[in-house]
């Protein structure tokens, strides 16, 4: 076997390689052309985030069987390219929350005690000691908002400082918290409690400026934050006038909205912040711990064994591809749906396949249910390989099971997810590769494709009640391009309402629609 590796990675990592005997060309600082000339060479790739494998490599590397990301982001690598091809694509996920959970510790030690500016001050000659007074930590809350992989890792180790550690993830199980004596509680309290606040969410749609002027007037007077985990979660500008109001005593950032953040920034010009170059994952162990989980992968390939951290799942045959690619899409979009209507919250999912579909590999789509689950709480972390690792340490309850009989439909997709204190039963089926249908929403009958903006909502059934959401609407001009009212048991009760819309609807216009007379709930869901 003949491995490039075309960005740098630990020699422990080479030398694994090597002694497995295979054949290791390292070559960094490939032009586009070099790269697309040599790879026909190579049997497998190995990058981290400085390569961009292209189509057009990937087209070029006859011989490839699998790239191997030393790192966890896989955005400079076309997965889709390579998967069409049957290459497996594999990163080492993990490997660096431990050096990221210590460098917001240290952030955390820093902005107390003012670290670096005392550092700076002692450089320059001066002997300043008043001016550096600090803050112990003992006893003091430290709120840690996102308890993934990092937030864990961060809580576990400031338990041990006799901080009092309190925690914002409302997607995550009561016992992982509970295992490390940490209290989970509403943002606002958390907010309002804490004298440090450490960042640790992906940044998603919903966590996009999750901290802004609202929030750091909720924090308590002199309370510091600390980002450890993506430029952006945190609105610079908001951030840049909490600290110089003296509203917050002071900042530690290793991530910025644009890095590296411009000279102008005015952030870089205030003394009471940290900040370090984006390094959360720069230390040796994490690169050579990444390094030898690739290596490890690629030994595995060598080998004829299965890839333990592959993104892409390998190629299916193509007839049943093309049997199960509607049911992936169908599920991952009552994925979608049932995550929407509880909030985001999941803790167990029972999928039952009725019918023809049973036959077939339905593991593939019931990874496609949890990506649509799982994708708008945790980001880009998730793909279709690592979901079912990743609802499995998050505690998920995933239960399959398969019939072969079926009422009214060839197959029929059953799925049942429970939230926190309520649960949704979805039905899907398909009758050809664009038709993919949703037949019932818990008790009620509809009948749609699952494609484009919807807003689901349960309305009393009584006269006035849908007009009065279309002249909603038509205020605010948004366009109803079509309407289902799935209808259980004759008049009166409650009813669902499926509304599609062209546009989307901003948020007071959904607040508003659940203030009307007679409508229950409202959720938008883009599908
Ligand atoms: P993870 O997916 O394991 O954990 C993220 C947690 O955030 C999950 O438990 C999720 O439930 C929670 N979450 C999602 N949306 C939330 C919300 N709106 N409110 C509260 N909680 C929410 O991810 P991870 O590996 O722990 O990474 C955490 C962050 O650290 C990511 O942003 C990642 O990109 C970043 N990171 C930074 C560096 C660095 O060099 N600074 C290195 C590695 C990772």
């Not at 400079?76 to 049957?86: E, F, L, M, P, R």
């Not at 929350?97 to 902005?111: D, H, K, N, R």
């Not at 009561?174 to 004298?195: F, H, N, Q, T, W």
Request: net charge neutral; hydrophobic share 40%.
């Amino acid at each position: 076997m003949k491995v490039l590796v075309s960005d740098p990675i630990p020699e422990e990592a080479v030398l694994m390689m090597k002694n497995a005997g295979i054949d290791v060309d390292v070559r960094t600082g490939l032009s586009k052309e070099e790269l697309i000339e040599i790879i026909p060479n190579y049997d497998a790739l190995v990058v981290r985030s400085g390569t961009k494998v292209t189509a057009e490599v990937i087209e070029a590397g006859k011989r490839l069987k699998i790239i191997g990301r030393a790192g966890v982001g896989v955005d400079n690598i076309d997965v889709g390219a390579a998967t069409q091809k049957g290459i497996v694509v594999a990163n080492a996920p993990g490997g660096n929350s431990v050096s990221t959970a210590e460098l917001a510790i240290g952030m955390i030690f820093s902005v107390a005690r003012k670290i670096p500016q005392a550092v700076s001050s002692v450089k320059s000659g001066k002997w300043e000691r008043k001016k550096f007074m600090g803050t112990e930590l003992k006893g003091k809350t430290v709120g840690v908002v996102g308890l993934g992989r990092i937030g864990f890792e961060v809580a576990k180790r400031l338990r041990s400082l006799e901080m009092n550690v309190i925690a914002y993830d409302p997607y995550i199980s009561e016992s992982k918290a509970r295992e490390i004596g940490v209290e989970l509680l509403p943002l606002e309290e958390v907010l309002r409690r804490s004298d440090f606040i450490t960042i640790h969410v992906p940044k998603t749609r919903e966590t996009e400026k999750m901290f802004s002027k609202k929030e750091f007037e909720m924090m308590k007077d002199g309370a510091y934050i600390i980002n450890c985990a993506r430029g952006g979660i945190v609105d610079e500008g908001a951030l840049y006038e909490a600290l110089k109001s003296g509203k917050l005593a002071g900042a530690a950032l290793d991530v910025y909205e644009s890095e590296p953040p411009s000279m102008d920034n005015p952030i870089l010009s205030l003394e009471n912040t940290v900040t370090t170059p984006h390094i959360g994952a720069s230390t040796r162990e994490a690169q050579i711990s990444v390094g030898l989980t690739i290596a490890e992968e690629i030994i595995n390939v060598s080998k004829g064994l299965p890839v333990r951290n592959a993104v892409n799942l390998p190629s299916l045959d193509p007839t049943v591809y093309e049997k199960i690619f509607p049911y992936m899409i169908l599920a991952e979009k009552i994925g979608k749906i049932a995550s929407a209507r509880l909030n985001k919250v999941v803790r167990a999912v029972k999928v039952t396949y009725r019918g023809a579909i049973s036959a077939y590999e339905t593991n593939y789509i019931t990874r496609s249910l949890l990506m649509g689950l799982l994708k708008e709480v945790l980001g880009p972390n998730i793909n279709l390989v690592s979901c079912i690792p990743v609802a499995k340490e998050r505690r998920i309850k995933i239960e399959e099971s398969k019939s072969e009989s079926t009422e009214y439909y060839e197959s029929l997709l059953e799925v049942t997810v429970e939230g926190d204190d309520r649960s949704i039963t979805i039905e899907g089926t398909c009758f050809g590769k664009e038709d993919y249908r949703i037949i019932k929403i818990d008790k009620y009958k509809v009948d749609f494709i699952p494609k484009g903006n919807y807003i689901i909502s349960l309305h009393e059934d009584k006269p006035g009640v849908i007009g009065r959401v279309g002249t909603l609407f038509g205020r605010n001009n948004i366009n109803i391009a079509g309407m289902i009212v799935g209808r259980h048991g004759g008049r009166g009760g409650i009813q669902l309402m499926l509304l599609l819309v062209d546009d989307v609807p901003p948020e007071n216009v959904l607040n508003q629609m659940t203030e009307l007379d007679g409508i229950l709930d409202a959720t938008y869901i883009e599908l």
